[in-house]
């Protein structure tokens, strides 16, 4: 099957052909979580079918963005990984989930989320400017496991990192969760008193871990008005 194409002569529309079909944002998120196995794709993937996976993943491949790797025994499985033109798009990915946060307030009861997404809102979301001089643990839990955030605020902004480091405290709870406390949506007193967290150190600090944070989730707009008929 050929490959859509634009017949303009611009950047952006090179770009729409490449990324611009559905689900290909989505399993480059995911390869910029590491390399992935197409199991493993597909399960963080709910809702694609295989030969749709197979299809984005080849077309990626053939545009350079994707290549395929053999694991050594006694792994000796094929996995999925971004080239150095797949890594190049890390600043419009960033970008384009710190716009997307905007319509947070349009998710449904249902929705799935996988804790390792934390990791690239945690990065895409850390204030640039000058934060507050603390710094937080956030453990995200999971079903099989927990994963570890660490954040620091100072002058140049905050920074993020999966290195130990001291904290002046550590706040763990659901993905979902954190989410919202780092909005601003939660307070850590609400949550702590609907025993959604557990909170080790100082109370205080964690108050200010939104202003670590640039994250506009939109949860403050109001519902849109249906059209008079």
Request: contains cysteine.
């Amino acid at each position: 099957m050929r490959d859509f194409r634009y017949p303009q002569l611009c950047a952006m529309a090179r770009a729409a052909e490449v990324i611009g079909e559905r689900w290909t944002l989505l399993i480059l998120r995911e390869l910029f979580l590491g390399p992935s196995r197409f199991s493993d794709l597909k399960k963080r993937l709910g809702g694609v079918s295989p030969s749709v996976l197979s299809e984005r993943l080849a077309h990626l491949e053939e545009r350079g963005v994707v290549s395929r790797r053999e694991l050594e025994p006694p792994a000796a499985s094929t996995v999925y990984e971004l080239t150095e033109t797949g890594l190049a798009l890390q600043p419009t990915m960033m970008e384009l989930g710190r716009w997307g946060a905007r319509f947070f307030h349009l998710s449904e009861p249902g929705d799935h989320f996988e804790p390792a997404w934390l990791e690239l809102a945690i990065a895409g979301f850390a204030r640039r400017s000058a934060s507050p001089e603390i710094s937080v643990k956030l453990q995200v839990a999971d079903d099989n496991r927990q994963l570890e955030f660490f954040v620091w605020g100072g002058k140049r902004g905050t920074r993020t990192s999966k290195a130990p480091r001291s904290v002046d405290a550590t706040l763990t709870a659901e993905g979902k969760t954190t989410m919202a406390i780092m909005s601003g949506e939660l307070s850590v007193a609400d949550a702590a008193a609907a025993g959604l967290i557990d909170v080790d150190g100082d109370v205080s600090k964690l108050e200010k871990l939104p202003d670590l944070f640039e994250l506009k989730t939109g949860f403050d707009q109001q519902p849109r008005q249906e059209k008079k008929q």
